[in-house]
Nanobody, 124 residues
Framework: QVHLVESGGGLAQAGGSLTLSCVAS????????MGWFRQAPGKEREFVAT????????EYVDSVKGRFTISRDNAESTVYLQMNRLKPEDTAIYYC?????????????????WGQGTQVTVSS
């Protein structure tokens, strides 16, 4: 069993920045990939970013490339999502997800545990 707790969401203006954090417990954190997904009102959950267990591999959805950065601190069992140059279309609930394996992609089926989500709202 893995427990994930997100924090750092809130209200930001377009062009601003926010950093999301997700603290994991229950399994050796450094053995598994981690990811971030988001779900906007009326839309399906969307992959945002993933990071391998060592942090050597990352992948992003095209719409956030160059603006968002995923990182992890294995000593603190924490994964981060630094979000810069925010846009109103980034408004969503952001979910942290625990991967099945050390390296996974953007398929939600590759993740076995999910956090409860944190709201990000970007005003224009």
């Amino acid at each position: 069993q893995v427990h994930l707790v997100e924090s750092g969401g809130g209200l930001a203006q377009a062009g601003g920045s926010l950093t999301l954090s997700c603290v994991a417990s229950g399994r050796p954190f450094s053995d598994y990939a981690m990811g971030w997904f988001r779900q906007a009102p009326g839309k399906e959950r969307e992959f945002v970013a993933t990071i391998s267990r060592t942090g050597s591999f990352t992948e992003y959805v095209d719409s956030v490339k160059g603006r968002f950065t995923i990182s992890r601190d294995n000593a603190e069992s924490t994964v981060y999502l630094q979000m810069n140059r925010l846009k109103p279309e980034d408004t969503a609930i952001y979910y942290c997800a625990h991967g099945w394996e050390p390296l996974v992609g953007g398929d939600p089926n590759d993740y076995d545990y999910w956090g409860q989500g944190t709201q990000v709202t970007v005003s224009s």
